[in-house]
């Protein structure tokens, strides 16, 4: 298993510039996650989704957009980008049930490194 | 308004001490209390978790230790080794409403470096 893959690694845009950040998991999770984290702030949740084709905002949603048309895939798409979404972008990925007793491990993918100037 | 708050921001440790890492919460219903560990450049990962029925919970050198009344969980790391310098985050999930997803609320995390 690759686990939670990221692409690209690293990626400098223009302001107003778009993008999409891609992840892929491979371990059948419903759960996947976006996070931003910035220097001294911790990580900070941007979307998720519980399953294909449903998705749902997070702290910081704006400036942002997802999609989750397969289990395995999950894009964070950057609409006219600000130098405030300099940032390096987590994705995320957990199994849970109602039955499993709430495991709730979330396995995170190497980021992206991006950088909007 | 922060939900989860972490100290100290930075640690320095000597070699086969111990670390110890502190974070408050408030909101009570709350009911799973990870800490995950990031290495520079990598993703974080589970360190270890504890759900508020029990007060401490042990995983080799790593100890949670969980006081419910006070709305305070601590990670302990015995003997560090300069292999634990990373930065430490701790959490905390509500259970989902719903169709909501067992999110998770971060600290600000703390950068732990031992020295030999």
């Known amino acids: 298993n690759a686990g939670v893959t990221q692409t690209p690694k690293f990626r400098i845009l223009k302001i107003g510039q778009s993008m999409t950040l891609q992840c892929t998991q491979d371990m059948n999770h419903n759960y996947m996650y976006w996070y931003r984290q910035d220097p001294g702030m911790g990580l900070k949740l941007i979307y998720y989704s519980v399953g294909a084709g449903i998705t749902d905002k997070g702290e910081v949603p704006n400036g942002y957009n997802v999609s989750r048309s397969t289990t395995e895939d999950f894009p964070l798409r950057l609409e006219l980008a600000a130098p405030s979404q300099t940032s390096v972008y987590f994705c995320?990925?957990?199994?849970?049930?109602?039955?499993?007793?709430?495991?709730?491990?979330?396995?995170f993918g190497p980021g992206t490194r991006l950088t909007v100037t | 308004q922060q939900q989860v708050k972490q100290s100290p921001q930075s640690l320095i440790v000597q070699k086969g001490g111990i670390s110890i890492i502190n974070c408050a919460y408030e909101n009570t219903a709350f009911d799973y209390f990870p800490w995950y560990q990031q290495f520079p450049g990598k993703g974080p990962a589970l360190l270890i978790a504890?759900?508020?029925?029990?007060s401490e919970k042990k995983e080799g050198r790593f100890t949670i230790s969980f006081n419910k009344s006070a709305k305070q969980f601590s990670l302990h790391i015995m003997d560090s080794q300069p292999g634990d310098s990373a930065t430490y985050f701790c959490a905390a999930s509500l259970p989902p409403s719903g169709a909501g997803s067992y999110q998770l609320t971060f600290g600000k995390g703390t950068k732990l470096s031992v020295i030999p």
């Open positions: 995320a990925s957990s199994y849970s049930t109602y039955y499993s007793g709430g495991a709730r491990e979330q396995y």
């Open positions: 504890i759900r508020p029925d029990v």
